[in-house]
Nanobody
Framework: QVQLVESGGGLVQAGGSLRLSCAAS????????MGWFRQAPGKEREFVAT????????SYVDSVKGRFTASRDNAKNTVYLQMNSLKPEDTAVYYC?????????????WGQGTQVTVSS
């Protein structure tokens, strides 16, 4: 059974930092990328970042470039999203997912989500 479990969300002041984790289990994900998405109330789920298990190459949506960093620990089957210089507009439920590309429909496996709230 495939499981993706996020952790690390919380409440932080603007300018602060959080690190999200996503632990994967149940199958080999080496052929996938791991994506981070977020969904704010009343908005569609949007792509944030993706990272490849194979070589660690990551890409980001423009709004988080220079502030967020995706990384992975293959030995632990865990990916991370380090979020610095957080802004109130980063407030959302953050999801990790296994798939490819930047479209949510291309991701077959999803975690349960973790809330990130940034206060001004």
């Amino acid at each position: 059974q495939v499981q993706l479990v996020e952790s690390g969300g919380g409440l932080v002041q603007a300018g602060g930092s959080l690190r999200l984790s996503c632990a994967a289990s149940g199958r080999t994900f080496s052929s996938y990328a791991m994506g981070w998405f977020r969904q704010a109330p009343g908005k569609e789920r949007e792509f944030v970042a993706t990272i490849r298990w194979s070589d660690g190459i990551a890409s980001y949506v423009d709004s988080v470039k220079g502030r967020f960093t995706a990384s992975r620990d293959n030995a632990k089957n865990t990916v991370y999203l380090q979020m610095n210089s957080l802004k109130p507009e980063d407030t959302a439920v953050y999801y990790c997912a296994a798939g490819v590309g930047r479209l949510p429909n291309n991701y077959a496996y999803w975690g349960q989500g973790t809330q990130v709230t940034v206060s001004s």
